[in-house]
């Protein structure tokens, strides 16, 4: 596709339970980031993942988070047993790395609405 | 570490009327600075950045700011408002050796007519 495309757009849940947001990056961008917006507050940065080199995962705030990235491509990001204070937009982005280092033009996707009741 | 800091949450200004969004860092090495602007119901996109050229950038849609090492700020200006400025704009910093962007609370613009 053109952009980034983030599925589900929106998702209500029970709290307890797992739920799993995926991210399709644009065609040829080897970086893919996942970042947390809530309410009020910036973007909170997740994880990074950079073609075939270990997953950057510092930003989890819990081992109830986990992201997978399969072919270099789609990623899904996993929340187990989701709290209240998951409640949040996340957000998907890609990019074109050089040299190592960001061009700092991520490609944003829509986001995907996380509601825990 | 990077990070930035916006001053006001939410901006009011009146068409036509310039638009002011003010953002302060801090850094432990020359930064790269950055400006994503996110309209209704749309992902964050580039507004414009600095990567230690020139201090007066240029972006998209009539903005531009200014790195002020001095002052360790980068706002953001626009001579102009129009009604379809109204957006959450986000400053970021990284460190141009590093992939992560370090953003701020976001502004909110809104634009009266």
């Known amino acids: 596709g053109a952009g980034v495309s983030q599925s589900p757009s929106n998702k209500v849940t029970e709290k307890g339970k797992d739920v799993e947001l995926r991210c399709d990056p644009i065609s040829g961008h080897t970086a893919l980031y996942w970042y947390r917006q809530s309410l009020g507050q910036g973007l909170e940065f997740l994880i990074y993942f950079q073609g075939n080199s270990a997953p950057d995962k510092s930003g989890l705030p819990s081992d109830r988070f986990s992201a997978e990235r399969t072919g270099g491509s789609v990623s899904t990001l996993t929340i187990q047993r989701t709290q209240q204070e998951d409640s949040a937009v996340y957000l998907c982005?890609?990019?074109?790395?050089?040299?190592?280092?960001?061009?700092?033009?991520?490609?944003f996707g829509e986001g995907s609405r996380l509601t825990v009741l | 570490a990077q990070s930035v800091t916006q001053l006001g949450s939410h901006v009011s200004v009146s068409e036509g009327a310039l638009v002011l969004l003010r953002c302060n860092y801090s850094s432990s090495v020359p930064p790269y600075l950055f400006w994503y602007v996110q309209y209704p119901n749309q992902g964050l996109q580039l507004l414009l950045k600095?990567?230690?050229?020139?201090?007066l950038v240029k972006g998209i849609n009539g903005f531009e700011a200014e790195f002020k090492k001095s002052e360790t700020s980068f706002h953001l200006t626009k001579p102009s408002a129009h009604m379809s400025d109204a957006a959450e704009y986000f400053c970021?910093?990284?460190?141009?050796?590093?992939?992560?962007?370090?953003f701020g609370a976001g502004t909110t613009v809104t634009v009266r007519a």
């Open positions: 982005a890609s990019s074109r790395e050089q040299g190592g280092a960001t061009t700092g033009e991520l490609f």
């Open positions: 600095y990567t230690s050229a020139a201090t």
């Open positions: 970021a910093v990284s460190d141009p050796y590093d992939y992560k962007l370090s």
